[in-house]
């Protein structure tokens, strides 16, 4: 129960019709590894500038999440400021400012190497493939990406993909990706540009739809879950990142690595999702009790069981 | 295993990327009867023109449908003429001559008011309520309506709701009626507009997600359930109502009418409206085998069990 995890730490400002903070502690990173932490010890990999304070370490520790992989470099945290209107869906980014996170390119501890679960977050899929080079043979690899590198950096993240057992993209995404508009055909062409993985299973794309919940493709199958709907949405800002964090923390707990175990993974993956957009930022995953998740999952499962 | 369904027959003019054809067979009513007929007998209460031919008759006879509720009237068929793009989420209406149903206000046939279950496609409101007091207290009334309804005749409309048991509707049009952007709180609102059913239980709001699926709130509960994912789609015309008619096809056949046959039947719903848009028009309903329907809903089952 060990996940190793890259990507980005941010500060963000974020504003939406409800809640707004300045500098709040962001990334991937981060919303990937509280959301998995309540599941299993995490192992990130980051890199963060000198603003990154003593109390920010403090709070991953007190989390089960090691900081030995967190580098402090000259300069500063990578920020990012976003604005949400009533419809979520529309997110306009203010700012992004890479400042350390534009040099990253890291090295994994040693001790990192044989960690059997790996998440790479959202980055240069080159980067993405160095890391993949640095492990021994993970059991597991999910990793997420995005519009920007599908345009800029095509070749590398096809190469990616057929390290990775699975892949986790949002409806655009899948199309782009595959150049395919019918998502059913595009999903089924990315699945082909994957490889058997080591387990001997067929590689996997998970579709995440924001509220209107997820797909998740095979080779053989497709597989839908909805969302769990909530009274008040007030930040939908890491809810992709604690999806994945709940996700790969499930299947960390698990002996078997099958269709099963990732459909009811997406399970945990959508709970984890639906904690994150309750309060501003990661807010609500630091103080999540497993007791809550918990009772959810049983909430979730009862309200959309057909019997 | 008798139906009284009450809406619109039209010639419609369709053109999609794939299809295109004119004066195609359409309207709520002939969608929603051709659907429910592969579970039940229909008696559906329209108007048509003069345009209307003895081989549009005999289609509906041929499949279970009675004709003794049709009405032919001087003039022409309402017709409609839409386009879709690629996404087809982008609808637009070329024309609409309403024609001879500009003038509907049906009187039931004396054998028609006893039928137990009642589906009322999208109309006027006031048109809705006289058919409701026509009728000797169904056991489920089902109804549909529109945003220019919404927009129109909101007094008609909440009247209407508290006659009926189960009303389906798309997500902007929960927003519109509930005046609440939140689809939770909007639905909340709508179901407290609407009265406890005969038989005691919550009255029910199905709110269509298109390719996303639905969701089914009661007073207490929600549920959701994914559409069924195509490889291909032709034409999306009708799918609410073909949607409407599996769903109150296969609750004409249950015993028990609470949360748990409706849930099994939005499956059913969701099934016959992904026939529905296989092919242009109401084609595929036309051809459709008992068979088909069956081997449909136990890989729809499987699809997304979770096990």
């Known amino acids: 129960m060990k996940i190793l995890a890259v990507g980005s730490i941010a500060f963000d400002t974020i504003k939406t019709p409800f809640v707004s903070g300045k500098n709040v502690l962001g990334g991937s990173l981060t919303y990937f590894s509280l959301a998995a932490s309540h599941f299993a010890k995490i ?3 980051g890199v963060v500038g000198r603003d990154f304070k003593p109390k920010h370490f403090k709070l991953y520790r007190k989390h089960n999440i090691n900081s030995q992989g967190l580098t402090r470099a000259a300069g ?6 976003g604005q949400y209107d009533y419809d979520f869906n529309n997110r306009k980014t203010v700012y992004t400012h890479l400042n350390v996170f534009a040099n990253f390119d890291p090295v994994l501890p040693t001790a ?4 059997p679960y790996l998440f790479l977050g959202n980055m240069d899929p080159q980067l993405q493939l160095n890391i993949c080079r640095q492990t021994a043979n993970p059991r597991l690899i999910v990793a997420d990406t995005m519009n920007y590198w599908i345009e800029r950096k095509r070749k590398e993240l096809l190469r990616t993909l057929r390290l990775i057992d699975i892949l986790i993209i949002n409806d655009a995404e899948t199309r782009q990706l595959a150049k395919e508009h019918n998502l059913y055909k595009a999903a089924r062409k990315i699945v082909s540009l ?8 067929s590689p996997t794309l998970i579709i995440k739809r924001g ?4 797909l998740m493709f095979t080779r053989k199958n497709w597989f839908s879950l909805p969302a769990f709907i909530l009274e008040d949405v007030f930040d939908p800002t890491g809810a992709g990142d604690a999806f994945a964090g709940g996700f790969v923390g499930f299947l960390s707990r698990q002996k078997h690595l099958n269709e099963k175990s990732f459909r009811k993974a997406t399970m945990y993956g959508t709970i984890m999702a639906s904690f994150c957009v309750e309060q501003l930022g990661p807010k609500k995953l ?3 009790k497993r007791r809550q998740i918990q009772e959810r999952f049983k909430k979730f499962k009862k309200l959309f069981a057909l019997i």
Chains 1, 2 share one sequence.
């Open 286 to 288: 630091i103080t999540l």
């Open 43 to 45: 192992y990130p990999v």
């Open 211 to 214: 509220e209107y919940g997820l």
């Open 112 to 115: 990192y190497k044989s960690i």
């Open 76 to 81: 500063k945290t990578f920020s990012w400021s």
């Open 194 to 201: 994957m490889k058997p993985t080591r387990r001997g299973g």
